[in-house]
């Protein structure tokens, strides 16, 4: 891809409507199911309480808005920080495949996440993986903001401030917790960026910093795949039981250029409150006024 990106390059397949407004519940379901179908997603992320609702208002929708293969459901465990035990997450993990469930999505710790620990981290996938084992799709979430916390620890206690640059040690970060997805038998890794139900209510400048930082976290997860032989085969979405390892960016992607640069850049699926700004035309770029 190149240039502006046009919608017609972003495969709808690749792309997850974000279902995870604190308001919706089982009655609300079926709009989802229909507003994912319209726009051909590729899945549902949602609470996993909502699990069997999402299975059965899929089973009942069918072939008959004449979609292809019908969305998969991958609900969203640990939701915002992560800090329950790794042995509740797995519980709740297992119990929503037991109920339909195509895939996983976990939030992984936030402290051990913050404090660059990737052997806590490691630990977690671990446990998450007896209970749920392959060939179940286990995706591992780390918060964008506890990233950039373990980039700022680092840099404070770095013995030469400044040395790699923020850009390095947020690259040399990402790239330790993406070896420890792949050697856990994690399926895919999610950079998570943020409220879903709003957009990111940046600045100009600040939400470019938010694009870039996406942007240098994804480049580094892909290449430390790659050297590790576990990156996708040409960027395409991972097949269940498949020994790659995805690249996800769920979060305000407004804009059709920033979600082309993340898949060339190496992420496999996008995750987004508001498929429609991504798949029915270019929108505003990163940093440029929203529009009324």
């Not at 974000?18 to 308001?23: D, Q, T, V």
């Not at 430390?224 to 995805?246: C, D, F, K, W």
């Amino acid at each position: 891809m190149s240039g502006a990106h046009p919608a017609a390059d972003i495969d709808p397949a690749r792309v997850d409507l974000m279902a995870l407004s604190a308001g919706l519940g089982p009655a609300g379901v079926g709009e989802v199911v229909r507003l994912a179908a319209t726009h051909g997603c590729g899945g549902i992320g949602v609470w996993p309480s909502l699990v069997p609702a999402v299975v059965a208002a899929v089973a009942a929708a069918g072939g008959s808005d004449g979609v292809g293969t019908p969305p998969t459901c991958a609900p969203v465990i640990g939701l915002p920080f992560g800090r329950n035990h790794s042995l509740l997450k797995a519980t709740e993990a297992r119990f929503a495949v037991e109920q339909g469930a195509d895939r996983v999505e976990v939030v992984a710790d936030w402290a051990a996440v913050a404090a660059g620990d990737t052997n806590a981290v490691l630990s977690e996938i671990l446990t998450l993986r007896e209970a749920v084992p392959p060939p179940v799709e286990l995706a591992l979430v780390l918060p964008a903001r506890a990233v950039l916390e373990a980039v700022d620890a680092d840099e404070e206690g770095s013995p030469e401030p400044g040395g790699m640059g923020q850009d390095g040690r947020l690259a040399q970060v990402c790239a330790k917790f993406a070896a420890a997805c792949a050697r856990g038998g994690v399926s895919e890794v999610v950079w998570w960026e943020g409220d879903l139900d709003a957009p990111r209510g940046l600045g100009p400048m600040e939400a470019q910093h938010a694009a870039e930082a996406a942007l240098t976290a994804v480049s580094a997860m892909a290449g430390q795949l790659a050297q590790m032989g576990r990156a996708p085969y040409r960027g395409a979405i991972p097949q269940p039981g498949a020994t790659s390892v995805g690249i996800k960016v769920t979060g305000d992607l407004r804009s059709v250029g920033e979600a082309g640069r993340l898949l060339a850049a190496g992420a496999t699926r996008l995750g987004v409150a508001n498929p429609a700004a991504l798949l029915a035309g270019p929108g505003p770029e990163p940093g440029s006024p929203a529009g009324p």
